[in-house]
Every structure is written in C-alpha cells, then in structure tokens.
Nanobody
Framework: QVQLVESGGGSVQAGGSLRLSCVRS????????MGWFRQAPGKERDWVAT???????SYADSVKGRFTISKDNAKNSLYLQMNSLKPEDTAMYYC??????????????????WGQGTQVTVSS
C-alpha cells in the first residue's frame, strides 16, 4: 500500500521560509513523477512543483525562483524548500506521486497517490 506523509507546514510571516517533507512508503516504481500541489479555500488544487525520476524539475511560474524541490532516495523523501513566502502562498500543500514514462507531470488529475496535506499560512 502506497503512503505519502507530509510534514513541515506552519505559520510564518511574509518573507520567511519553510521546508516541507514528504515520506513515501510502499512505492516501488522506478519511473515516476513526484510533486507538490496546493489548494487554498474555495480554489482548485494547483500545481506547485514536480520532480521526475530522471531528476528533471519543473515549477509553476508563481513559485519559480523562490521554491526548490528536491529528494533524498535513501530516506524515500521529497522536499519543498519555500523561501520568500508571500501571503498568497497560504494553502494546504499536498504531496503526490504517479507512475511516469512520458508527458506532463503538472496535472493534479493524473496523480493517483496523495498525502493528507500540510497547512502553510503566511501572514503579512
């Protein structure tokens, strides 16, 4: 059974930083996409960043230059370092994974495995 467990959310002031972690278990695919999505109240779940099994990373324009996605295979973990946080970054952040061989890794509907989410709140 695949499990994704996020942690690291919290409340910070604008300009601050947070590091989200996602530990995966039961996921043994060698070709995959893993990523971060976020959802603010009343809004759709938006793509934030993804990393493919070949190491390729992609970012939404809204976070490019501020957020960094990384992984530690030895720890079965995915991370999202978030710097220069803005109030508009406030949302529930979700870790997601799917098997990947080609194509996009930015559509939430294409991901089959999700964590429970971790809340990030940025105050002005």
């Amino acid at each position: 059974q695949v499990q994704l467990v996020e942690s690291g959310g919290g409340s910070v002031q604008a300009g601050g930083s947070l590091r989200l972690s996602c530990v995966r278990s039961g996921y043994t695919y060698s070709n995959y996409c893993m990523g971060w999505f976020r959802q603010a109240p009343g809004k759709e779940r938006d793509w934030v960043a993804t990393m493919k099994s070949d190491g390729t990373t992609s970012y939404a324009d809204s976070v490019k230059g501020r957020f960094t996605i990384s992984k530690d295979n030895a720890k079965n973990s995915l991370y999202l370092q978030m710097n220069s946080l803005k109030p508009e970054d406030t949302a529930m952040y979700y870790c997601a994974a799917k098997t990947w061989y080609s194509g996009s890794c930015s559509k939430a509907g294409s991901f089959g495995y999700w964590g429970q989410g971790t809340q990030v709140t940025v105050s002005s």
